[in-house]
């Protein structure tokens, strides 16, 4: 069984289309239910509660303009829902920003599905900055699509990074609906040298039995870097590359303050880089 409950951001950014087509792939091979959610932009927390007949006027009027561009999205997107014969789906206005929007709802989904950011697209800093707040935010998986060019196929050959964390082993469970129905399953260990317990660690931790109860056989491999400069992050997308991956499945790493958000090395790799969907889980 995959996912039973997707939630995908709509809006009409470039992005926008190939991530909802990954959207509806899920949908279609899990039966799922697709939920796109297009945010106005407005945080909830801002909304003025005035009483009846003392609303603000211009404030009626921007509020107007938004919901009418979120619905023409979400039409958009009801219309491919409809032609990729999609069983169950529904469109959603909110008012609220984009990510505490998506990490309300989120909550209540089995996977939200974002797009990566765009550097060259610009747009405010909390934007900008969507995915890594909703991953590290919303307590559910993000399944996070590069922002260039259509995926053919995603989660048919997985590769996972595993370090035996417990980010790793969340994002690992969570990915369990994909991994079930993959052709091939990679979990890659990376080696960084002397004085790193990783690899140790992540061979007594060696998740292949627990997911061959799972229905999921899987290979383990264990790789140095190939010199000492070399980033995990970097070997990590070198590999997906090589075994020609069509999802990377890894936990997230990092905090925020408030509305910042920090970023641990390999994951800000991946979210800058990432040149396959990535399914992260914090």
């Known amino acids: 069984m995959g996912y039973q409950t997707i939630l995908v951001h709509v809006d009409d950014s470039p992005s926008a289309y190939a991530r909802i087509g990954v959207a509806i792939t ?12 297009a945010p106005t932009g407005v945080a909830r927390t801002l909304l003025p509660s005035l009483p009846p007949g003392q609303s603000d006027p211009t404030l009626s009027l921007h509020l107007g303009f938004l919901r009418e561009q979120a619905q023409e999205a979400l039409a958009a997107f009801s219309q491919r829902c409809e032609a990729a014969a999609v069983a169950s ?12 929007g998506l990490c309300l709802h989120g909550r209540v989904a089995d996977v939200v599905v974002l797009s990566q950011s765009d550097p060259d697209q610009g747009g405010p800093g909390l934007l900008a900055d969507l995915p890594a707040y909703v991953v590290l935010h919303s307590g559910k998986p993000v399944l996070m699509v590069p922002f260039t060019g ?4 995603v989660g048919q050959r997985v590769l996972v990074s595993w370090d035996a964390s417990r980010e790793a082993a969340c994002a690992l469970q969570l990915a369990l609906p994909l991994l079930r129905h993959a052709v091939a399953v990679d979990l890659a260990v990376f080696d960084t040298g002397p004085g790193s317990h990783t690899a140790a660690d992540a061979r007594a931790a060696d998740p292949r039995p627990w997911l061959a109860r799972h229905g999921v056989h899987a290979n383990f491999a264990v790789h140095a ?7 995990v992050g970097e070997a990590l997308l070198a590999l997906a590359a090589q075994k020609n991956a069509d999802l990377l499945v890894m936990g997230a790493y990092g905090h925020s303050r408030v509305r910042e958000t920090i970023l641990g090395g390999v994951t800000r790799t991946l979210f800058e880089s990432m040149s396959v969907p990535v399914l992260m889980a914090h």
């Open 26 to 37: 899920l949908a279609n091979s899990g039966g799922g239910h697709l939920i796109g959610m």
């Open 89 to 100: 789906h529904e469109a959603r206005v909110i008012d609220d920003d984009a990510g505490g």
């Open 150 to 153: 259509e995926r053919a196929s």
């Open 225 to 231: 870097l190939a010199h000492k400069r070399q980033q």
